[in-house]
């Protein structure tokens, strides 16, 4: 696995149904290093802290191969990396067969695999489209939150060296499915 794209976004206020939201979904390509901090990517705009950023969710990675998926669904949008609001977009993140506690050593940082993301209507106002939303838990395709071990820069190039694995936990795709189940959706 390799990083393909690293992303940040700035704060955004939107109009919501008759109120103003802030965001910070909309993040785009930066060309230059980012350095993963232990709450969060230094520059990078987490509006909801409540369910996004911390340590537990510092880091929010999403597979370049997954793009391939939903862009026929969505064939309309302006397609760019960082769309599913993700700090790192890696060529082959595969949900399946990352374990929650696996380690990863990723230019100067270390990253824990943690948590799946749980797609949130910010998704849909970033898609302009709530189907999105159905789409997104109709399959495994969530994306990891990795918490930062050490922190550091990483940058677009640089590989995932698994330093630790942890196959007695459950796969974050596991994760995933037990989450959609206990939300009945």
């Not at 990863?104 to 799946?116: C, D, H, N, R």
């Amino acid at each position: 696995m390799k990083i393909v794209s690293t992303n940040i976004g700035e704060r955004r206020e939107i109009e919501w149904k008759g109120e103003s939201v802030t965001t910070g979904i909309f993040k785009f390509s930066v060309i230059k290093p980012i350095f993963l901090d232990t709450e969060d990517v230094k520059g990078d705009e987490i509006s909801d802290r409540e369910n996004h950023g911390g340590i537990l969710q510092a880091i929010y990675g999403y597979s370049l191969k997954h793009y391939d998926f939903f862009k026929p669904l969505h064939p309309n949008l302006d397609w760019q990396l960082g769309m599913f609001g993700e700090n790192l977009t890696i060529d082959d993140l595969e949900e399946t067969k990352i374990h929650q506690g696996d380690t990863f050593k990723v230019g100067e940082a270390i990253l824990e695999a943690t948590v799946q993301r749980n797609p949130c209507y910010k998704l849909g106002i970033r898609f302009n489209d709530m189907k999105i939303l159905k789409q997104f838990w109709n399959t495994t395709m969530c994306g990891v939150y990795f918490k930062v071990i050490q922190t550091g820069f990483v940058k677009v190039g640089d590989e995932f060296q698994q330093i630790k694995s942890c196959p007695e936990n459950p796969t974050i795709a596991d994760l995933y499915v037990a989450q959609r189940a206990e939300k009945g959706v």
